[in-house]
């Protein structure tokens, strides 16, 4: 068995434990953050897609539409 007392060990695993949990706290914090952005990024790409399927759907009528009507 150790020489050292069990108080010491057990302040030390209770010091080792606190510095995980603060770490692991850090590590949540930014991942929120990356969460945040990645929505942010997604939402910007829906719009992107919809602006694009837009323009291509109004070109396509407007070529129809010239197409039909051309004398």
Same mark, same amino acid.
């Given at each position: 068995m150790s020489?050292?007392?069990l108080e010491i060990r057990m302040g030390r !695993? =209770?010091?080792?434990?606190?510095?995980?949990?603060?770490?692991?706290d850090s590590i949540d914090a930014r991942l929120d953050r990356l969460d945040a952005k990645?929505?942010?990024?997604? !939402? =910007?790409?829906?719009?992107n897609f919809r602006w694009l399927v837009g323009?291509?759907?109004?070109?396509?009528v407007t070529t129809i539409l010239a197409i039909f009507f051309h004398r």
């Open positions: 020489s050292v007392p !695993l =209770e010091g080792a434990y606190e510095q995980i949990s603060k770490r692991l990645i929505d942010a990024l997604h !939402l =910007e790409v829906t719009t323009m291509i759907f109004g070109t396509w």
